[in-house]
């Protein structure tokens, strides 16, 4: 097979073709690094580009899909992490300078399950620093940019996987959603992202930001490659207390073209100020789609929608300056050269090591949790938080799942989001309360406005409800193919 045939396929698809012999593990290794060295300069989707171990490691599953040894649908497919995910022997950074040259000396649970199950890991892709930020602009290690349009972002703070997944560097790639981090980049970059159920997938090995908000989830190039890579990283985990042991995770078993009688909910607060007419169109005419498969969709009235992003960058900042504390220069990563005593090397280490946007959420964070400040923003925040979730119940009571925009616009050119902070901010208005509520969500391609670039149709969840989320995106997916 030639390698421009071997990079059109899904992830699904390459592990087929590897097992009936049509193709190798090093073949395709081999077709998405070449692929790297020609598009990476214009997109820089990754950090760390770990080519000779990829090849090594291609020939060494190949010899075991062979022999009989692996025989799992992504046996031998070429994949990245989001280098906030710990990798023995690769460079973890966070696209930090706090973090640069460390190389950790264990790999995060999530990765090792699928390095266990054959899949091959090209490298450690771009993110916003310490997965601050929604555009991956705030990058020690520069901007990526969007592959459907280089001057605009592909948004983040996992842009690096999705636009790799977008641009054929990879065919799947791994990234983390604390606010929304998986499922807004896969929209702006035109490709499938899933958010799981906090607790499925294991944190353990994964750089915390906000850890009662923190999820591993997957980036793929359709629902199926999505729900055959959760199915590979869910389980529990003794090593993560907040680990769920769960029996339904057969999730490619739900990937039937049928929502007969499915109920869909459109919160009528989603389509307010803010939202753009073309993908307030291409969001309501994916909702029309479902219904003509059979779908049952009504609009309703979600409630305290406006709260939720104050509440979460109270709580997201609060964990963070907490999770952050650790990066002081004395045990890890990077120290100030000439400090004149403990404190000093403190101070420098941390003014030098963090970029703007961290220290703006640090210091956000401090100031929540001080003396005379916790009650007042702090506190107020968690009891919005358990609003929002019992307000998603309700409407769990009635709905099976619910429908809505991903982001209120389009990705935007680079350099806009960094001039205004609140606007960034602002542009994570669908996607954080989904993890306020430890909901599971998922991100797919629903049409692209009159500049070419991607709209994406968001659908949540009840708690392990991912089942029913992935049968509603295959049906919608499999519509728009015919």
Known sequence: MEKTQILQLSAVELGRAIREGRTTAVEATEAVLEQIEKTEEQYNCYITVARERALEQAAQVQGKIESGELTGPLAGVPAAVKDNMCTE??????????????VPGYTCEAVRRLEQAGVILVGKTNMDEFAMGSTTETSAFGVTRNPHNPRHVPGGSSGGSAAAVAAGECFFALGSD???????????CGVVGMKPTYGTVSRYGLVAYGSSLDQIGPLGKTVEDCAAVLELIAAHDEKDSTSLCRQDVDFTAALKRDVEGMRIGIPRDYFGEGLEEEVAAAVRFAAEELRICGAVVEEFDLSLVEYAIPAYYTIAAAEAS???????????????????????MYRRSRSEGFGPEVKRRIMLGSFVLSSGYYDAYYLKALKVKALIKKAFDSAFARYDCVLGPVAP????RLGESLTDSLRMYLGDIYTISVNLAGLPGISLPCGTDSRGLPIGLQLIGDCFAEKKLLQAAYTFEQSREG
């Open 178 to 188: 604390t606010g929304g981090s998986i499922r807004q980049p896969a929209s702006h």
């Open 89 to 102: 022997g690769i460079p973890t950074t966070c696209a930090s300078r706090m973090l640069e040259g460390f």
């Open 409 to 412: 616009t389009t990705a935007p």
């Open 322 to 344: 907490s999770n952050l504390e650790r990066f002081d220069g004395v045990k890890y990563g990077y120290r100030a050269k000439d400090a004149e005593g403990l404190h000093q």
